[in-house]
DNA sequence: GTATGCTTTCGGC
DNA sequence: TTACGGCCGAAAGCATAC
């Protein structure tokens, strides 16, 4: 089973604000060089009509919506992480294995909870609806299918508010008229190759022969994608324990290729970043810099170290370093943007077990 | 030729 | 007419190993 909440931040928002549920809401992040300077974290349906979305410029999302009544607020996220948690550990009960994905999407293993049977399981998912609405006043879209690839995508087929439930006979025939795009693995890029191949739709990747597939792609890949056209899946629901990377970006309040300027706002973001992994005791061996240039070009360079780095003073040289670097080679544009991320965790001495790890 | 791991970019929300 | 966040994991590309 998967679960999607429902247009999130903004249904939050309606929640605890129930006046303004028949009006566009639009929840920004405003980047704070003033006036409505900042981007669209997400919008409920009413602005979504009128082509508001998720990373879309704030003024261009008010001058959408100058002929409708619409509110625009900032993002609150102590508010959503805490709703998030409360129905978390709602979905938590129903699992034999749970698995959170972000803020707002989760899988749940029910195979034995329902007694494999699909009546159940569409009962179970109208009784964690109830439940969720009930608590939290909160919608979601549930899909129900033999495994992650086709729950996810059945969640994705009604929304908002939707049960899509795909019984095992029905996977061939609902996944053959949807978009290769569907399918977690397909990006922009392999879209674009299967299409030269003559491939679409799910149904026409099915069909397709498999040793072509590999000679395009290779053995892994290609094996992946046929298996993925039947709606084969086998990858378990695993619970994440531990975030895989911990990042900070700021925008800067002007435009600039100052050095010194930019070291200290890496200063702030490593400061951060660090208190963070030490309260988890964690350690770690990669650190990535971004940069979002004037034209909003984003740009990118990492290190990873060979044994875990210890010291806040390490990441802020690292990160230093890593910035002069790229600015030698980018030297056409002004810096907008700038960020600091960690990965690559490794658990201190003395704890037992990082999964995944 | 394929697998693996690292780096950089992409894209969802 | 233009307008432009912050965070995460996935995708893509490449080098090297087997």
Known sequence: MHVDFDYFFAQVEERENPKIE???????????????????STAN????????????????AKSRLKDVEAVFLPVNHRL??????????????????????GVDEAFLDITANVDEDLE?????????????????????????????????IAAGRQKPNGLTVVSP???????????VREIVGIGRKTEGQLKNLGIQ???????????????????????????????????????RDQAESISRIVTLKENTRDLALMNKEIDELAE?????????????????????????????????FQSPI???????????????QLLKEETEHLVRRIGVKISNFIMEKGQTKLSDF
Do not use: W
């Open 120 to 152: 159940k399981a569409k009962k179970l998912a109208v009784v964690i609806k109830e439940e969720i609405l009930r608590k939290e006043k909160i919608t979601c879209s549930i899909g129900i299918g033999p495994n992650k690839l086709v729950a996810k």
């Open 272 to 304: 951060d970043i660090h208190s963070r992994i030490m309260e988890q005791g964690l350690s770690f061996k990669s650190v990535s810099i971004t940069v979002i240039m004037e034209d909003l070009a984003i740009v990118s360079r990492s290190k990873t």
């Open 201 to 239: 739709t799910i149904g026409q990747l099915a069909a397709f022969n498999l040793d072509q597939l590999i000679n395009t792609f290779g053995k892994n890949l290609g094996m992946y994608f046929h298996d993925a056209a039947f709606g084969i899946d086998e990858s378990p629901v695993k619970q």
């Open 22 to 40: 028949n009006k566009a809401v639009v929840v920004c992040v405003y980047s704070g060089r003033g006036n409505d300077a900042g981007a669209v």
């Open 169 to 179: 006979a029905d996977v061939r025939g609902f996944l053959a008229p949807l978009s």
């Open 45 to 60: 349906y009413k602005a979504r009509q009128y082509g508001v979305k998720s990373g879309i410029p704030i003024a261009f």
């Open 310 to 324: 210890e010291g806040l003073e390490t990441l802020k040289k690292t990160a230093k370093d890593l910035l002069e």
């Open 80 to 101: 959503y992480d805490e709703v998030s948690d409360n129905i978390m550990n709602i979905l938590r009960k129903y699992a034999d294995e749970f698995e959170q994905v």
